[in-house]
């Protein structure tokens, strides 16, 4: 598509920040186009450019993946409990739900089980000798997600856009994103709708004061110019609150020991971070952690 010129048309027709392939594939799946077939999805795009640009400018791409859980709860577990989360860019709050799951974490010599043993959804996870694998999910006496457009997990269109976003071929994250909707539907997290920044303050104002704070984010800075990040960080610094973070490298200012990130060696990986220190790198989609030297 990258080198089709219809299409590049096609996007011009969208503000650049929606010109994300995940947001143009979501709707062509919306409109049940097969997008494992290039000529049909080109085809189909070039004699229906509108029906795409409309999904496209009201939607958003809300990708709620569960399994990025099991990638920040070995740090979330580094902290005093009780916790009270704040997660921006929460969509339908699966990444809020941390004590609804149930964690296999396996590696050379692993095999660690932690969380609810009767959850519809295991969240399984390869990881490293280092990684501190905690015995039991941290106590959470309070949760709020933010998100410029709140997704209802009992709403079907909203649960059927879900689904759209997550890739063809990955049935097995398919699979889990709908029994984890359905454990959100039942729980239905507070999720209220604003700004990372604008409306962020507010939130934090009603955490309770007893409980350590902790802000989520996850494949959500990407979506955030540089400038609005800054001021993103630099709230949480000035309230003295938790930040806890996975995001494509580059996304936030880290130096990575060893060289790591000119090496090459993070790939495709996302960094996962506790406040300004990188801690480990993950599969974006949850499936491996790697615990950083030092």
């Not at 989360?85 to 396996?106: F, I, K, N, P």
């Not at 209802?152 to 889990?176: I, N, S």
């Not at 955030?224 to 494509?248: I, N, T």
């Not at 990575?256 to 990188?278: H, I, K, M, N, T």
């Amino acid at each position: 598509m990258a080198g089709d010129g219809p299409t590049l048309a096609v996007l011009d027709g969208v503000e650049p920040a929606k010109r994300q392939p995940n947001l143009l594939f979501g709707a062509l799946r919306w409109h049940d186009v097969d997008v494992t077939d290039p000529a049909v999805a080109l085809s189909w795009l070039a004699a229906h450019p509108d029906a795409a640009l409309d999904l496209m400018r009201a939607r958003r791409t809300q990708t709620n993946e569960v399994a990025r859980c099991a990638t920040l709860l070995p740090v979330l577990a580094l902290l005093p409990p009780p916790l009270a989360l704040v997660e921006v860019g929460a969509s339908s709050g699966l990444c809020l739900l941390y004590d609804a799951w149930r964690y296999h974490y396996t590696g050379p010599g692993i095999d660690h089980r932690v969380g609810v043993t009767d959850s519809p959804v295991e969240l399984p996870c390869v990881v490293d000798a280092d990684v501190p694998l905690p015995a039991t999910v941290p106590a959470i006496v309070w949760r709020v997600g933010l998100d410029l457009a709140p997704v209802d997990a009992r709403d079907p269109d909203a649960r059927r856009w879900l689904g759209c976003l997550v890739w063809p071929e990955h049935h097995d994250r398919a699979q889990r994103l709908a029994a984890a909707l359905d454990v959100a539907a039942a729980v239905a997290p507070t999720i209220t709708a604003g700004d990372l920044v604008d409306d962020l303050a507010a939130v934090l104002d009603r955490a309770p004061a007893e409980a350590t704070v902790v802000v989520l984010h996850s494949a959500t800075l990407a979506y955030v110019d540089p400038d609005r990040r800054a001021a993103f960080v630099d709230l949480l610094a000035r309230r003295g609150v938790h930040r806890l973070g996975a995001e494509a490298p580059g996304v936030l200012p880290f130096d990575l020991p060893g060289g790591l990130e000119a090496g090459g060696a993070v790939g495709d990986r996302f960094v996962v971070s506790l406040d300004d220190r990188p801690l480990a790198l993950a599969q974006p989609h949850g499936r491996s952690l790697t615990w950083l030297p030092g």
